[in-house]
């Protein structure tokens, strides 16, 4: 016949960094402790007891790990920042440590001339070395 043991709880570690809790729990002689911890959620408990299978620590701390977990949830979610945000975050004396572009629409344009510039150079080279071929300059034969 199966008793119903239930399990004492000594000490609940839980932790903040990572997702994670373990109970210390009293052994049904009441002599040893062992280590009940669950990992990123409840389903993923180990227990130092000696029981190899069923083991009812795990068992019966699912529910308080579960609550951990879920307390846990609105920390995991990710931040999702708005402008005012983003503008808060930035130095106000940002200007000062980098050179703003004093005109950056006028700065693209000559970007843009400078490609282009830079591409007809290499079309008209391309044309100019075509028209330029050696055109029945002969060499004498000697
Ligand atoms: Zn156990």
Redesign the pocket.
Request: neutral net charge; charged residues 0%.
């Given at each position: 016949m199966k008793t119903q043991k239930t399990?004492q709880v000594l000490t609940i570690y839980r932790f903040k960094e990572t997702a994670r809790i373990c109970f210390v729990?009293e052994s049904s002689n009441g002599l040893d402790t062992?280590h009940?911890c669950f990992n990123r959620d409840e389903n993923h408990g180990s227990?130092?007891?000696?029981?190899i299978r069923g083991?009812?620590?795990?068992d019966q701390l699912k529910a308080r790990a579960a609550e951990y977990f879920q307390s846990r949830q609105p920390a995991k979610v990710e931040q999702v920042l708005t402008a005012e945000d983003i503008a808060s975050l930035v130095d106000p004396d940002i200007e000062v440590m980098q050179p703003v572009k004093a005109n950056p629409v006028q700065e693209a344009q000559q970007f843009i001339n400078r490609v282009v510039a830079e591409k007809m150079a290499i079309h008209n080279a391309a044309e100019s070395t075509f028209e330029s071929a050696p055109s029945g300059r002969l060499v004498p034969m000697r």
């Open positions: 399990v729990v062992y009940t227990c130092t007891c000696p029981a083991c009812y620590h795990l």
